[in-house]
């Protein structure tokens, strides 16, 4: 259980520092955590301004020059190249940890990583824990492939050079898809209202799944005449179609007030259809039919005005969400498609940076968590 925790506040930390990407010198006076050796649940306080306290003294019985070299593989033992690599090291009878700076491995997949903290001769047992990510994006056939590699090791410190073969697992998803060529096939089409007359939008867009995975995104831009014509991709075919869907939105109707909330009624329609252009053929004509709905829910409450916005998907005289079209049926805003998963794909990737400020603040509260979970489930003392 205490390696567990150990390797969970590990992995957590180190996925911190790695979509951050700010690295900070390796150290005696970096106890993860921030205080000091042997109590490092508070951070310090700070005040603004002012110079931070001196750092803490260097940890008893540790010194700082152990050299790691790793070596990046894929599950086939290939080399992963422009992985991103960190340490954490932590005491097995103490009560700290260390993080080493975050480390871009070569084109061959390989880092060296200096200045590692291990025990001299009367110095407390120390574990280093390796994390190193790689994620790659690729074009195939106009669609984007995405490709991760992670993988995770311990071991002893130790004085002198060690070598590591870390073994990574891999898994990828398609993502967007590029805007169809000059001789895609064109969808023609006209939106009409409840009435059945021809009505101009406010927005609409385009979405069209791959059969094989990846989608495909773009604005609907429709006439006065409530006509469209629209390139897409020549995709799908009678055993695995593509799925393209057609999503508008008109303005604002009308306004209904009743005590102290009004309630904006608008046009909403979509219509969705199965594709099959592969062999050339050209797609039919679609007719969007729009149904009256919720824009929104506007009311003056104690405290301040409570703004609910609708999907178009209920309330009003003559609303009906289920109402079919002769393309599809019709009814609120859709989401954009989940991304597929799929097997491996072949092709040239090029590195890129892994970014996500949301992931980030979640992966430093639950480190922090994490962290302390480890320490509390280790022996105090020797």
Avoid at 169 to 182: D, L, Y
Avoid at 350 to 359: D, E, K, T, V
């Amino acid at each position: 259980m205490p390696r567990l925790a150990r390797a969970l506040g590990a992995t957590l930390l180190l996925l911190t520092l790695a979509l951050a990407a700010a690295p900070a010198a390796f150290a005696a006076d970096e106890p993860v955590g921030g205080g000091t050796p042997g109590d490092p649940g508070e951070l310090p306080p700070v005040d603004p301004g002012e110079p931070t306290d001196p750092a803490p003294e260097p940890i008893a019985g540790v010194v700082y020059d152990g050299i790691l070299h790793i070596t990046i593989r894929d599950e086939a033992g290939d080399p992963v190249p422009f992985a991103g690599v960190s340490v954490v090291a932590y005491a097995l009878d103490g009560e700290w940890g260390l993080a080493k700076d975050y480390v871009i491995a070569d084109e061959n997949g390989l880092v060296m990583i200096d200045g590692l903290p291990r025990p001299d001769a009367d110095g407390p047992a120390i574990e280093w824990q390796v994390f190193a990510s790689s994620v790659t994006v690729e074009t195939i056939d106009g669609c984007e492939w995405v490709r991760e590699w992670s993988g995770f090791a311990t071991l002893a410190a130790a004085p002198g050079e060690t070598s590591l073969d870390l073994a990574t697992t891999a898994s990828g998803g398609w993502g967007a898809c590029g805007a169809p060529g000059a001789d895609a096939p064109v969808l023609h089409g006209i939106v009409v209202g409840p009435d059945g007359l021809p009505v101009a939008i406010a927005e609409g867009y385009v979405f069209q799944a791959r059969p094989e995975g990846g989608t495909y995104f773009a604005i609907l831009s429709v006439g006065p005449d409530g006509t469209f014509a629209v390139a897409i991709h020549a995709w799908g075919s009678s055993e695995a179609p593509s799925t393209l869907t057609l999503s508008v939105r008109g303005e604002i109707t009308r306004s209904e007030t009743s005590g102290d909330c009004t309630t904006d009624y608008g046009l909403f329609g979509e219509a969705t259809i199965d594709l099959a252009l592969a062999d050339g053929s050209v797609p039919a004509d679609v007719t969007v039919t729009m149904v009256e709905g919720i824009v929104q829910v506007a009311c003056a409450a104690e405290g301040g005005d409570r703004d609910e916005t609708g999907d178009g998907s209920g309330g009003g005289p003559g609303s009906d969400p289920t109402a079919g079209n002769e393309a599809g049926d019709s009814g609120g805003i859709p989401t954009m498609p989940p991304t597929d998963m799929l097997g491996d794909a072949g092709g040239t990737a090029a590195p890129i940076l892994p970014i996500g400020l949301g992931l980030l603040a979640m992966a430093i509260v639950t480190s922090v968590v994490a962290l302390p979970l480890g320490r509390a489930s280790r022996p105090r003392g020797r």
